[in-house]
């Protein structure tokens, strides 16, 4: 009726009597709000496996039949055709009346994975990610309880879709840290939750990735999961030639210490762009330059509120803090000294993509970072041209790295392959493996277009960009399992980050050392580090000190002990919300120290 009244203009009585002189005939049609109808539909694919692929799905296929919880960790490398075997796979358990879950990491790339899944089972699969209107969520979940949906695709939170009867959960890039959900709590890792729904559902557990964690990874050899293995590229295409070039070499060839984009690159991509092909570049730094100073003075201009360096984003003229969102405007003299002579240091995204534009002039170049995909559906848009080959050159922060499959792509580029090498974090040197080796991939995707990638680094001798470029994942993984074992981090321990904050940097450091006091003495197998200052000491107005709770495996295999110990003597009263001023977050199996 309210729709009648709208439409006509008239009061609702007017409305009513039209009604029931049979004048008007009123209907009520429910109005869907299903996300994929802002989705390009992709193209359908005819697809025939691989014998190593069949292999594969034929494991896969005998432990759904079987009907217990099964974890596999499927290893394979950049190009592989992974997904091809979990939609088989997936058709396969719809076929049997089950239902599949489908987890990715990053909401970019949720749309490209959900097209695939549309077009192969129809009006059968979901998505769900937090980018969803609230409309969009509300009509979803609804007829996930209608039992409309038997496949959901779908980010971190997508692991709480209400599907019955799930006999397949898909945890693809399952490295990926953007699984772990941190604030606002519960905190949870959406891969090992993922892990234990699959243990109560009696469902297979299937991990997908060319770069999987240690944790992952070291699991197989102690053969607590299947492992299986995809070891050539799908269709007949070959890995990209990598080459690796020395930034501190070619600064000193080329007298150019302000070097962005070396030669051998900029040539790379001049002969792309002459053939009319296309090009990813990596530059895992958004913004225009990381730092800046005063020449005369050596000032740094750092956030007000925490204890990093202010970012100069030059697209809007600002000054912004990537932790609390602070901004201030460019300046044009120094704060301290009033010098004019202040300088930008450091490369971000913006000033790749200025380069690239004095450079090749007529190049289509789209830059894809947390500032270019605010808005609504922007992710899918960029891609979406890219797909359309209207842009040569897509430039991006490491939501570009991975998951992406385009044809006409033959040349990624590295800019800086440094730059989380010497975070102080004991997975600094895995991610920077992950994300090289991870883009490296993107490139050479089709048998008539090989690929090559090019690495520029300032440690061409280092482990992890060594071995993503020879693609040797086993000495790698290796070599970190050693180091790790020696200083007992995971997967040899399991960890408790205490992480200590307040306003008052003296009382944090009081109650940091009272929380030390507590946990001692430690029980058999158990170290504790600090209270130390974490690595960015202040963040969003917070002094922040942390303590790390190690448990090592042999003796306590499933970290019990090491859960009581931190349930048992630490006050409630402390936990998360501010207690005199001072809050204290615990996190168990911490992605990041940081």
């Not at 200083?487 to 003296?506: A, M, N, W």
Request: hydrophobic share 35%; aromatic share 6%.
């Amino acid at each position: 009726m309210s729709s009648l009244t709208a439409l006509t203009a008239h009061s609702p009585s007017i409305c009513q009597r039209l009604v029931e002189r049979g004048w008007v005939k009123l209907e009520l049609h429910e109005q869907t709000a299903d996300p994929f109808n802002q989705l390009p539909p992709a193209p359908a694919k005819e697809v025939t496996l691989t014998e190593e692929q069949e292999q594969i799905l034929t494991a896969l296929k005998q432990a759904s039949a079987a009907g217990q919880f099964t974890p596999i960790l499927l290893k394979g490398v950049t190009g592989s055709g992974k997904t091809e075997i979990y939609l088989k796979a997936a058709q396969e358990v719809l076929a049997q009346g089950g239902s599949v879950l489908v987890l990715v990491p990053e909401i970019a790339l949720t749309p490209q994975v959900a097209r695939r899944f549309r077009t192969t089972f129809g009006s059968r699969v979901a998505l769900w990610h937090s980018h969803l209107s609230r409309r969009e969520r509300a009509w979803t979940w609804h007829e996930l309880l209608k039992g409309r949906f038997s496949v959901v695709v779908g980010a971190r939170s997508a692991l709480f879709a209400p599907l019955p009867r799930l006999r397949l959960l898909i945890v693809d890039e399952e490295q990926e840290d953007s699984y772990k959900q941190e604030d606002p709590g519960p905190r949870y890792h959406a891969r090992d939750a993922a892990l234990v729904r699959g243990k109560h559902a009696g469902a297979v557990v299937l991990l997908t990735s060319a770069t999987p964690s240690v944790e992952s990874y070291y699991n197989v050899l102690l053969e607590r999961f299947t492992g299986q293995e995809l070891t050539k590229r799908f269709g007949g295409a070959v890995y990209p030639r990598v080459r690796l070039v020395d930034l501190k070499a070619e600064r000193q060839r080329t007298q150019n210490y302000q070097l962005i984009l070396s030669d051998p690159l900029v040539e790379a991509i001049a002969k792309r762009l002459e053939r009319k092909e296309q090009v990813i570049l990596l530059q895992n730094r958004r913004g225009f330059a990381p730092v800046i100073g005063c020449k005369d003075c050596g000032y740094t201009v750092f956030c007000p509120h925490c204890a990093v360096l202010l970012t100069y984003h030059k697209s809007s003229q600002l000054l912004k803090c990537h932790y609390c969102g602070t901004t201030t405007p460019g300046l044009e003299a120094c704060p301290q000294c009033g010098s004019p002579h202040v300088y930008l240091q450091g490369v971000g995204t913006e000033k790749v993509e200025e380069e690239l534009q004095q450079l090749f002039p007529t190049a289509g170049v789209r830059r894809m970072d947390t500032d270019t995909t605010r808005s609504r559906g922007a992710h899918q848009r960029i891609l979406q041209e890219f797909a359309e080959r209207k842009v040569d050159i897509l430039l991006g922060t490491q939501m570009i790295a991975k998951g992406l499959d385009f044809e006409n792509v033959t040349l990624v580029g590295v800019v800086n392959g440094d730059t989380a090498l010497f975070l102080p974090d004991f997975r600094a040197g895995e991610r920077t493996f992950q994300l090289v080796y991870q883009v490296c991939g993107r490139a050479g995707r089709r048998q008539e277009k090989p690929g090559e990638a090019i690495i520029q680094t300032d440690h061409p001798d280092d482990i992890a960009i060594k071995a993503a470029a020879r693609l040797d994942a086993h000495r790698f993984y290796n070599q970190v399992l050693a180091e790790r074992r020696e200083l007992l981090y995971p997967p040899f321990s399991r960890l408790i980050r205490l992480l200590v904050q307040g306003k008052d940097q003296e009382k944090v450091w009081s109650r940091a050392r009272e929380l030390r006091s507590r946990l001692t003495p430690l029980q058999e197998g158990m170290t504790l580090l600090g209270p130390a200052s974490a690595p960015y000491e202040r963040l969003r107005g917070l002094w922040r000190v942390h303590l790390l709770l190690k448990s090592s495996r042999e003796t306590d295999p499933g970290g019990q002990r090491l859960h009581h110990l931190a349930g048992s003597r630490v006050p409630h009263t402390w936990l998360e919300r501010s207690y005199q001023g001072v809050r204290l977050k615990i996190d168990v199996d911490p992605v990041s120290l940081l």
